[in-house]
């Protein structure tokens, strides 16, 4: 069975300061990986996926994600935080031969910039 | 807009009530999905339209019923439900099939309280 994890519930970070969510998977076989977002009172958002190749994807809104097989993590990270990044994120995989209906979610992580 | 509207957008039922929640995509997408959404867990898969017949019924109870006429359309109808399906309920789209692309575009949700 394939599994996200999203370990931290929560997310402090001051504007202006690098930012790390952090998520890990745990499936049989090559992943496609995920991150989407979720801003108060709207649905989810897609920010990037990784399929293959270079291991370092880059997203929407100046984010990027940084794939790495041997840890079986796929943390989103942003060099300077703004307020408005303020939101929940999740992090989903699944495999590359299978469609969104085997998709599996983590539980999300709440990202509060401090001005 | 995401290109996929839920109405309503709140929802207050009592527990003997039947109602409907609507989901309507204008991104010419040919996959349709219900999601719940609570707090603190993954986000939970119930039901997947693919070319308007249903992919995936994750063991979800008899009292949620889907329903998707025509690719754009998708309704979950409601009754004799129980307080703790109380959730913010997603819908998504997607486009079945398309090489490197699959990422779904969500509704903002009906947040439904059942009294």
């Known amino acids: 069975a394939q599994s996200v994890a999203q370990p931290e519930d929560q997310v402090n970070v001051a504007e202006g300061n690098p930012l790390t969510v952090k998520c890990t998977y745990s499936?049989?076989?090559?992943?496609?990986l995920f991150w989407y977002v979720q801003y108060p009172n709207r649905g989810l958002q897609f920010l990037l996926k990784?399929?293959?190749?270079?291991?370092l994807v880059k997203g929407s809104y100046g984010f990027e994600a940084e794939f790495n097989k041997s840890q079986t993590s796929f943390h989103l990270k942003k060099p300077s935080a703004l307020v408005s990044d303020s939101a929940l994120y999740f992090c989903a995989v699944r495999l590359l031969n299978f469609g969104n209906e085997k998709l599996t979610f983590g539980t999300g992580t709440r990202l509060t910039i401090i001005p | 807009e995401t290109g996929v509207t839920q109405t309503p957008r709140h929802l207050v039922m009592g527990m003997t009530n039947k109602k409907s929640l609507k989901c309507e995509q204008h991104?010419?997408?040919?996959?349709m999905y219900w999601y719940k959404q609570s707090a603190k867990k993954p986000l939970e898969l119930m039901f997947v339209y693919s070319l308007e017949e249903r992919v995936e019924n994750n063991s979800v109870p008899s009292r949620f019923s889907p329903e998707c006429p025509n690719s754009s359309h998708l309704f979950l109808h409601l009754h004799t439900l129980q307080p703790e399906d109380s959730a913010l309920y997603l819908c998504?789209?997607?486009?079945?099939?398309?090489?490197?692309?699959?990422?779904?575009?969500f509704g903002a949700g009906s947040r439904l309280t059942v009294l």
């Open positions: 499936v049989s076989g090559n992943p496609y």
């Open positions: 998504a789209s997607s486009q079945a099939g398309a090489a490197g692309a699959n990422v779904l575009t």
């Open positions: 990784y399929i293959t190749g270079d291991n």
């Open positions: 991104l010419g997408h040919n996959a």
